[in-house]
């Protein structure tokens, strides 16, 4: 495992076309959004705050956008067949489609990212009103997935959409019981702490080369097939960071194994296109959130119980090494929550998986608590590996 240094920018921040200043939102196309949004509202915690759909005018397609701390998602479905929407959702199912960074001009992010490589795949509109304008373009990434680039003004810039201003002309506010029960009982969720895209054979250095040629992004951790894998499967990952570790985006290619790579079947599923395999949300404390989510019924990948019989040894004598405190929380909850832990030399961090959020196995969410340790459960790995294996092996996918 190495870790790059990172260059610090000499522009200025309010001056550097590229300096991301957050993840504007993540939108997923999905096959029913209506339906969808409650989904990940009953189940993950989401507000569901506003809408864009018929009723406010918006006639090719029906936009919710859920929150939950400074989390944006946004669940797109397309309501007429020429929405390119229609045709990704049947070669993809439902998933990450846009990964949308707030900048302070999106029309110069985008001309700079041109000027470095990038492909354009939206031109750059300004939808405005009385209230203010937003301005989006966006550039391809891997697969089909896209960056958009969002610059606001007015009611629309971003501190006043946390406060609950309109995400953008079109949208208006719903409420909902489900947003009054997930008031009252809170997932804890606070921001995307990461997010794993999944290439194909040999096409990670690819998109690592992009990433720092591109957006200026710069290599955080890389992992190969010995630290990732069992006997059977295995993975290589490079962990891409932006330049003011805004966001961290680990890419993930498979490696050749005696039976088949989660990665790979990842791919199989999404009709061989890259795309985003999880979406890490980061909490303060794991052991609430997790416990919430239980209680709401979110499938999380389970580990055998003699997971529990070596990780204490293994993350304390880690922590201990480096002089930190040993890990603080309740070490049989952790056990009865089925949580995960890894430690560096940095300290540690607690860790779970979901399933699939969808009938294919492709997207699924992890819910992840730090205390110290800015890595990514490399520890885990193998013991998670031998999970994910049993799982495709009840899918037939292994
Ligand atoms: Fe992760």
Redesign the pocket.
Known sequence: MTRAAHTPSEVPAATDPLHLIDVDHVRCYVGNAKQAAYFYAHTFGFQISQLADLTTGSRDEADYLLTQGNIRLMLTTPLTKDHPAAEELSLYGDGVKDVAFTVHDAVKTYEQALRNGAEPAREPRVISDANGAVTVASIKTYGRCIHTFVSRTGRYALPMVKQGAEFMPVFKHIDSPVNEHNRKHPCGLKYVD?L?GNVELGKMDHWVEWYENVLGFAMFKHFDDKDIGTQYSALMSKVMSSGNNLIKMPINEPAPGLKKSQVQEFLDWHDDTPGVQ?L?LRTDDELASVAELRRRGVDFLSLPDSYYDIVWDRVNTMLKKHGHDAVREDHDRIKDLGILVDADDEGYLLQLFTKPLQDRPTLFF?IICRRGSQS?GKGNFKALFEALELEQERRGNL
Do not use: R
């Open positions: 990461h794993v999880h890490a992890e990514f």
